[in-house]
């Protein structure tokens, strides 16, 4: 009976995995009977989106030890290439859900891309200077995309900057018109994909997380010089873990961008990226679990508070600054852990 | 002519960024941390200002003191409730913080303010009503500075000195020194550690509070989200410097000032954050430290 004893990282894994059918499962049922509410059935998509956002920084943040400001870039690289791509083949390929997976690909190659070309600067720089490059890429994606003009005609894409000078020839249209953004987006994404989704992220986190690979990112997340020491290649796994992190946000934005009928430039600011960072720092570092129940508890709450109306997003700011310190300081720790069963010491490594 | 007038408004706008990178590069030093709140402060130190200004018909100075007092209040109290007891925590516990802060902040000035965009006064010129000059014109007309150019330059440099003179012979900016390098050491000294640190807080939002009146007088709007992007900015410059330098954050303001307006006049005005960006990542890769920043060894 050795075999079906499983260690303790691989119950936590099979435990997520379970916990994200059941909530599918009991989502589609309840929403199949209609005892979901609208505002609750309009979010499931970008919860789902921004769960999978959650995991892979915390594949940056809580693996890899490095903090990104920027993740929304890798969202927005996805959402508007991923769109892009699903507007072009809009008659190539009748079938929305295979349009829909071709997005997905494309988005998340398109961000994996921008993710290397990012990785080999940034990955040369340490702690909160790599805060601050992510956060200037994640401008400069921006910039770029407000100025972006992109067409598609019979004799395939245009593309120009600043301006719209793509003379696209008769029958062509105008996929993203600069800061006026994509336009018109079929709204193809739907739940089910959403959930396939974040169940690919697991799979592909959990596997490199509990790969040689993934040992080998944790090793430089701990000790960059002992690793080093022991012949890890530290570029290469911090590469990995940075590119990987990089195309399943780039996923995660073409998904969130076909469930709305416009999307911009804007909307994956500065901000943007700190809302996935809270999740990944509320749900703990590392922890995919915690991620996921962050990004939707937090994606929720503010809709939940609609009855404070002007007041949510200072009970919001409240609530964030409250459990930070209810978790972190190291009196209230104590404090609260005298309540719970099996650790009553409540003691702190100083 | 023109290059000259760019110049200088880059100069006024780099040293607003000065201001406002002085107080990120201060806290960084001393408490190690990324106070993201510190924009948001800016937008409350403008906003004490106009309704003092506006709204009670206070003389501009007693509007800008009032508005550094408040500032510094509250630059103490959001350190003393919020980050004070999270000083061994892990640095992204207090970054989350620092965020909560400044959401907080945001959304309490949009309860008390409202969204609706305030015209910032111009406490800048000389004379009154109709014939009120607002600036200087030099060479018969082709260089023309606006007052509050020319006092944005002059406050930072004031700013400068004086901050130089307090961290290099004042005791109190010796002990923020000694509790920046080592601060285990500093209390052993006998320096009083949260002091010290309380008054690097309410050091910095105090020149928030002036950099919030200088901004909104050379740009006149006024919402409550004014301080995020200026302070995004103004951090871009703290690390552009070296952050934890003073002289770098000063250095680091004003390239990054420059930098920006001539990206707007000579590149393109939409891309010009781009541009600001784009060296500031080119200047990590050559100097990974930033411009003055110390390379500190990793001891093995």
């Given at each position: 009976?050795?075999?079906?004893?499983?260690?303790?990282?691989?119950?936590?894994?099979?435990?997520?995995?379970?916990?994200?059918?059941?909530?599918?499962?009991?989502?589609?049922?309840?929403?199949?009977?209609?005892?979901?509410?609208?505002?609750?059935?309009?979010?499931?998509?970008?919860?789902?989106?921004?769960?999978?956002?959650?995991?892979?920084?915390?594949?940056?943040?809580?693996?890899?030890?490095?903090?990104?400001?920027?993740?929304?870039?890798?969202?927005?690289?996805?959402?508007?290439?991923?769109?892009?791509?699903?507007?072009?083949?809009?008659?190539?390929?009748?079938?929305?859900?295979?349009?829909?997976?071709?997005?997905?690909?494309?988005?998340?190659?398109?961000?994996?891309?921008?993710?290397?070309?990012?990785?080999?600067?940034?990955?040369?720089?340490?702690?909160?200077?790599?805060?601050?490059?992510?956060?200037?890429?994640?401008?400069?994606?921006?910039?770029?995309?407000?100025?972006?003009?992109?067409?598609?005609?019979?004799?395939?894409?245009?593309?120009?900057?600043?301006?719209?000078?793509?003379?696209?020839?008769?029958?062509?249209?105008?996929?993203?018109?600069?800061?006026?953004?994509?336009?018109?987006?079929?709204?193809?994404?739907?739940?089910?994909?959403?959930?396939?989704?974040?169940?690919?992220?697991?799979?592909?986190?959990?596997?490199?997380?509990?790969?040689?690979?993934?040992?080998?990112?944790?090793?430089?997340?701990?000790?960059?010089?002992?690793?080093?020491?022991?012949?890890?290649?530290?570029?290469?796994?911090?590469?990995?873990?940075?590119?990987?992190?990089?195309?399943?946000?780039?996923?995660?934005?073409?998904?969130?961008?076909?469930?709305?009928?416009?999307?911009?430039?804007?909307?994956?600011?500065?901000?943007?990226?700190?809302?996935?960072?809270?999740?990944?720092?509320?749900?703990?570092?590392?922890?995919?679990?915690?991620?996921?129940?962050?990004?939707?508890?937090?994606?929720?709450?503010?809709?939940?508070?609609?009855?404070?109306?002007?007041?949510?997003?200072?009970?919001?700011?409240?609530?964030?600054?409250?459990v930070m310190l209810v978790t972190n300081n190291p009196t209230l720790k104590s404090f609260f852990s005298r309540f719970k069963p099996g650790n009553r010491s409540g003691k702190e490594a100083v | 002519m023109t290059f000259l007038n760019f110049l200088i408004s880059g100069i006024s706008l780099g040293s607003i960024y000065a201001?406002?990178?002085?107080?990120?590069?201060?806290?960084?030093?001393i408490a190690k941390m990324l106070n993201f709140a510190h924009g948001d402060v800016i937008m409350v130190g403008a906003y004490i200002c106009f309704y003092a200004v506006s709204r009670f018909n206070l003389p501009p100075l007693v509007g800008v003191i009032l508005a550094m007092t408040v500032c510094t209040v509250l630059g103490?109290?959001?350190?003393?409730?919020?980050?004070?007891?999270?000083?061994?925590?892990?640095?992204?516990?207090?970054?989350?913080?620092?965020?909560?802060?400044?959401?907080?902040?945001?959304?309490?000035?949009?309860?008390?303010?409202?969204?609706?965009?305030?015209?910032?006064?111009?406490?800048?010129?000389?004379?009154?009503?109709?014939?009120?000059?607002?600036?200087?014109?030099?060479?018969?007309?082709?260089?023309?500075?606006?007052?509050?150019?020319?006092?944005?330059?002059?406050?930072?440099?004031?700013?400068?000195?004086?901050?130089?003179?307090?961290?290099?012979?004042?005791?109190?900016?010796?002990?923020?020194?000694?509790?920046?390098?080592?601060?285990?050491?500093?209390?052993?000294?006998?320096?009083?550690?949260?002091?010290?640190?309380?008054?690097?807080?309410?050091?910095?939002?105090?020149?928030?509070?002036?950099?919030?009146?200088?901004?909104?007088?050379?740009?006149?709007?006024?919402?409550?989200?004014?301080?995020?992007?200026?302070?995004?900015?103004?951090?871009?410059?703290?690390?552009?410097?070296?952050?934890?330098?003073?002289?770098?954050?000063?250095?680091?303001?004003?390239?990054?000032?420059?930098?920006?307006?001539?990206?707007?006049?000579?590149?393109?005005?939409?891309?010009?954050?781009?541009?600001?960006?784009?060296?500031?990542?080119?200047?990590?890769?050559?100097?990974?430290?930033?411009?003055?920043?110390?390379?500190?060894?990793?001891?093995?």
């Open positions: 009976m050795k075999s079906l004893k499983l260690n303790k990282t691989t119950r936590w894994n099979y435990l997520t995995y379970l916990l994200v059918i059941l909530a599918y499962v009991i989502l589609q049922v309840l929403g199949s009977t209609g005892s979901i509410s609208s505002s609750l059935k309009g979010m499931l998509v970008p919860i789902c989106a921004y769960i999978v956002m959650a995991i892979s920084l915390n594949l940056t943040v809580g693996v890899l030890g490095e903090l990104s400001l920027g993740h929304a870039g890798f969202m927005s690289m996805g959402a508007f290439t991923g769109v892009t791509a699903a507007i072009a083949l809009q008659d190539a390929v009748p079938a929305a859900p295979l349009r829909m997976a071709i997005a997905l690909a494309v988005g998340a190659a398109f961000a994996a891309l921008a993710g290397f070309l990012i990785g080999i600067p940034v990955l040369r720089l340490n702690g909160d200077y790599l805060a601050i490059v992510t956060l200037a890429f994640g401008e400069i994606i921006k910039s770029i995309f407000n100025n972006l003009y992109v067409g598609v005609d019979s004799k395939g894409l245009h593309l120009s900057l600043l301006s719209d000078k793509t003379n696209l020839a008769e029958g062509g249209k105008l996929i993203i018109a600069g800061p006026m953004g994509i336009g018109g987006i079929q709204k193809i994404s739907t739940f089910t994909a959403g959930f396939v989704l974040v169940m690919i992220t697991l799979i592909v986190v959990f596997h490199l997380v509990n790969s040689r690979a993934g040992r080998a990112i944790m090793a430089i997340r701990d000790n960059r010089i002992a690793a080093e020491s022991v012949g890890v290649n530290v570029t290469k796994y911090k590469m990995m873990a940075f590119v990987t992190s990089a195309a399943l946000a780039g996923a995660a934005g073409s998904l969130f961008a076909m469930n709305y009928s416009t999307i911009v430039a804007n909307k994956f600011d500065f901000n943007t990226s700190i809302l996935v960072l809270v999740f990944v720092v509320l749900g703990g570092l590392g922890n995919m679990l915690g991620s996921i129940i962050a990004a939707a508890a937090l994606t929720i709450l503010p809709e939940a508070l609609r009855q404070f109306s002007d007041y949510r997003m200072l009970v919001y700011a409240i609530v964030l600054i409250l | 201001i406002i990178a002085l107080g990120y590069t201060m806290v960084y030093g103490m109290v959001v350190e003393r409730l919020a980050y004070k007891p999270l000083r061994q925590a892990p640095s992204l516990a207090v970054l989350i913080t620092a965020i909560g802060v400044s959401y907080f902040l945001q959304n309490t000035a949009l309860l008390l303010w409202s969204s609706n965009p305030k015209v910032f006064p111009n406490f800048f010129t000389s004379g009154s009503g109709e014939t009120a000059k607002t600036g200087v014109e030099l060479f018969g007309g082709q260089l023309k500075i606006s007052y509050v150019t020319l006092f944005t330059i002059i406050i930072c440099i004031v700013i400068m000195l004086a901050l130089t003179w307090f961290t290099g012979k004042t005791k109190m900016g010796k002990a923020m020194r000694a509790c920046s390098e080592d601060k285990g050491a500093a209390q052993l000294m006998g320096i009083n550690v949260d002091a010290t640190i309380s008054m690097t807080f309410a050091i910095g939002s105090g020149l928030a509070a002036v950099a919030g009146v200088l901004l909104c007088s050379a740009y006149p709007t006024l919402v409550p989200t004014t301080g995020s992007m200026p302070g995004i900015k103004a951090f871009t410059a703290a690390v552009f410097g070296g952050i934890g330098s003073i002289p770098g954050a000063f250095l680091g303001g004003l390239l990054l000032g420059v930098i920006e307006i001539f990206a707007k006049a000579y590149i393109s005005t939409q891309l010009s954050d781009a541009v600001v960006f784009a060296v500031l990542i080119i200047v990590l890769l050559v100097k990974p430290a930033g411009l003055l920043g110390k390379q500190i060894r990793e001891k093995v």
